[in-house]
């Protein structure tokens, strides 16, 4: 998860060193300014592109790892595009990228190979990390948008597609084959797609997971954790963490997010998903205080009476905190949280914790949930989108994600090729259980709006986790704010800016799909 909200983005938080992974940010483009002349050797740069330049030196050491590929070559898009012709093509031109004040510096180093191979100058504008979605909108509203394209907060796509900002990159796909079919269906439907076309490049692909502490629940267990079947409900979860909160040792039964706004509502989807909750009908309805949305949050409750004290008030940096510091027996949140809980650099229980399948609740699914992650765009005012979709493309090639996940730093791959890599799995712990469970994953729909919806339900169900309110009361009032922020986003009469029926295959992409356990 890389959003940058609350004034800290999750790679400036961490400042691992993985040059690639800090690039996030928006693209400007100037008009060819020279020839090319005395590039380096294709082959030579693309060789550096390696485990060995661009892992850790320390994390290399501790996981043995050699300069063999923690990625498939023949899928990492760097290696299979024709560099020649893009050089011949696009080089001389210029993409300006104007990228969060604090990752300028690492986003430079990482786009020095993408200049070698290409040709193609990139002019780095930094804007303050807070203001890259006011920034973007007002730039699109003047229809003269000085950059080309944006990399963002997965939230906000409908929002700037909805009213024409993005350009199309079917094209631009199709002729530099891009591997779509290599990104999960999650990714692929939620990040890149918007009414039925492409307009983007997934970028930062999260999953939400459980993860256990095993000093104090195989105690509660009676031994070791299974991954699937140790605890197979959301009821077993509740008991369990009850239980762990008695051990004592100054940890808590659980950690969960449960700060007012999206923090909330991410916790809320993430439970009430496996009761079979939908945020909407097929008429653009919110459905939130359904029997599935109640169960989703009366669990959630209950959980939170489980929880570290203070998690009314937890967000991701606290409750990241918390985990890695060995303050909970078990913790709700993404799956970076099973990959940095393994560096010794960044926690406290290191061999102490494994990431499991998510519970279940009865009559529900299983539907692990993709929350948050950011995605990666061409502005349709752009002055060289093709440029600007390349330099995308580069940024989110496989070989640069899985590094990224090497590295731990929270920017996470959304590829099949990557997360299926042995080698890299013995980095990550979670990735075997994340594979699997990315076939049955649930996402909310990239609606215009849908950011401000998530802050107002989360409010309200912060009112209920610090108990002013009943689960009913949160959601009732919580629907009441999402029907009227959609009627001012054109929502209505069934109708709105995406036909439901576009959006409605990434919603929920297990349907009918066995088990992965």
Known sequence: MTNRLG?????SFLRT?????????????????????????IQATLDSI????YVREDYRKLYGLDNTPLWDPAKDWIRTVDWDKVRTELGGTTVRFAVGAADQESAAEGLKPFEALSGIKVELVPIPDDSIYDKAISEFISGNASFDALQFFSAWLGDFAAPGFLAPLDDYAAKWALPLDDFYDTYRLNYGYFGGKLVGIPFDCDIQMVHLRKSSMEKILGGSIDLANSVPTYDELIRITAEANKLGGGVAGIGLLGARGFWSTYSWEHIAAQAGMQLFDANWNPTLNTDAGIKGLETLLALSKNAIEGVSGAGWGENR?????????????????????MRPDQSQIVDDFVTIYEPRIAGGVFAPPNIAGSTSVVTATSQNPEGAFLMLAFLT?????????????????GYRSVLGNEKLRTVSQPMKVWADSLDHAWCSPRLPGMFEMEQALGNEINRAI?????????LDNGQAAWAAIMAKNGFKDGGGPVAYADAAPGLYVGGGKALPF
């Open 17 to 41: 060193g993985a040059a690639f992974g800090a690039a996030t940010g928006v693209i400007g483009l100037k008009t060819p300014a020279f020839a090319q002349s005395g590039l380096p050797d």
């Open 7 to 11: 004034g800290m983005s999750r790679r």
């Open 397 to 413: 090639t496989s070989s640069i994600m899985a590094m990224n996940e090497a590295n731990a730093n929270g920017v996470a791959p």
């Open 50 to 53: 390696s485990v060995e330049k």
């Open 466 to 474: 610090t108990g002013q309110i009943t689960a009913k009361e949160a």
């Open 321 to 341: 905190a918390a985990w890695l510091g060995g303050q909970v027996a078990a913790n709700i949140s993404w799956q970076d949280s099973g990959t940095q809980a």
